[in-house]
């Protein structure tokens, strides 16, 4: 629910930004009303129910948690965590009918990320004895996990202060001075790079060992490689909103990735 709920906002915040518009590239950015004030009725239906939906679990989530304190005690506070963070998405929802503050919009953005990884690790968490008996070297999957983190969150300030044309060139920057946000574009693409380079490094730690964690740490490297091909092919064909949308929900997918692998 928390996946589609990202998604669903992210079309929200990126056709309200004026990405896929027409005439492209020239109605981007424009902040009239006409472009702040589409509806979209049923995305933003959609995502009040799903948004109404989520708020119940979470509570379940955390009566459930104190239930089974004894045997998992790490994850009591996990989910007063997740509830935390379900009122802090709610209040900025009630805040922001539109998407018109960047820093909103990131903190939006970021703690619904934040979100669904705190609901996948809840739900891989293992009982303090799986944990133990399938103990591995965690560096690369720690490592690995912070790259991530660091390339959604340039991706998310891009995203949200709306860069897009900022870079529009491959496969760094043309210009010579663009300001911060073709840095942004150039840290972004730059640390695409060092990931598949990382994942693939990461990939050959864990084929030794076997398991679980080395099916994964492939898994990540192939949603890597497609985010980068993505990425790159989203650039070239002029940013349509259809492929920022999945290059959104594959960077979901990579962050859910990294989390499993880290709890494997």
Known sequence: MMALL?????????SAAGLGCVPWPACYQER???VERQHHPVARLTHRVLAAGLGILVVVIVFAAVAMRPRRPGVVWAALLALALTVLLAMLGRATPTATGAGVAAANLLGGMAMAALLWWLALHPTPARARAHERPQWPAITMLALVLLQVVLGALISTNRAALACPTLPLCAE???GVPAALHVAHRLLAGALVLAAAVVTIIYARSGGGRSRLAIAVAALVVVQAAAGATMVGSGFPLGLALVHHAGALLLLLAAVWMLSA
Request: glycine fraction near 6%.
């Open 176 to 178: 010579a001075d663009g």
């Open 6 to 14: 990202a998604s669903v906002s992210a079309y929200l915040r990126l």
């Open 32 to 34: 009239s009303a006409s």
